[in-house]
Each structure stands twice: as C-alpha cells, then as structure tokens.
C-alpha cells in the first residue's frame, strides 16, 4: 500500500463543508486511491454526510473498525449522530442550570481583547487592499492610453466593458470606477 496524500483536518464532525475532506476526495478520486480514515465518528456525525461519501464513488476505510460493511458504518454513524444530538442536550441542559444558579456565563470582559487585534487586521487588510487596488490600475493603465485618456470617463467604461474587460468587483465598470483608476495611476507616477 503507498500513501498518495496526507490530510489533516480540525473541523467538528457535525459539519457538511469540510475543505480538507473535500481535497482528499478529490485526490482519492485523481489517483483511484482509498480514503484512509482514523476514526469514522472524527468523519461525520451525521448518516447523511456519511451515505453521500458512500455514494460518491470514493472507497474508504477506518481504522478503529477496517472489516465494517455499509450496515456497521450506517448504524455506527447513527449512534454517532445521536451522540452528536445528546452532547448537545446535555451542554445546553447544564449551561442553563449554571445561569439558573446565578453563574455569569461568558467572558466577562466581552471581545475586548480582541479589539486590539482587529484593529491590526483591519489596518493590514486595508493597505492590501490598496495596494492590490494600485496593482490592479497599473495594469489597466496601458488599455486606458489605447482607448484614448482625452475621452470621458463614461466613454471610458463603455469601451472596457465593451471589450469584455472586468470591473474590479467583477460587474460592469461605470464612470466612477475609472476615474478612481485614472487617479490612482496618476498618483503612482
């Protein structure tokens, strides 16, 4: 047996969109391999999710029960999902004996470590932006001087869109758009 892949994913079991489930299907499919599994409820909690992966033409296998045949996995993955839904119960019937009892739930402090942080990232997100924005421009720039800079910024759209030219948003471009472009070039240079 030879590995093709190895993919590691943290996402609950309880979830549908699961991005390295997803690659390794799509790798098990490219190479006709066998998705190799740890632990089928760590897979999915839910019967749904596990009777779409058995019907989507990947075979796979788990390792706390490799000889288990659709009937094991279907009744495995119903307990599972029943445990899924008693977990549930359970956290919510013991979260509001707490708030019953007078406990204060939650961080007391609210988000307020996390306004720190948001405000680097929203700082770094910002000056990506611009600059992707100013890259963007740049480029533009040598198809706005072959349609013509003494025309309007209206006209200006009209050609771009005409030529089946993108808007940065990925609509159409209006006389806005390109006046900001046109700026941005400007200032670049």
Known sequence: MTVVAEFVEVESGKRDDRPQLAAALAACRLHRATLLIAKLDRLSRSVRTLSALMDSGVDFRC??????????????????????????????????????RGVRLGNPNGAEHLRAGCREAVAASAAARKKRAL???????????????ERSNAELARQLNARGIPAPSGGVWRAGQVRRVLLRCASSA
């Open 63 to 100: 390792t706390d029960n490799p000889h288990a045949n659709r009937l094991t996995l279907h009744l495995m993955a119903a307990m599972a999902e029943y445990e899924r839904d008693m977990i549930s119960q359970r956290t919510k019937a013991a979260l509001a004996a707490a708030k019953a």
């Open 135 to 149: 890259t963007d421009a740049t480029e533009l720039e040598p198809m706005l001087v072959e349609i013509g800079l």
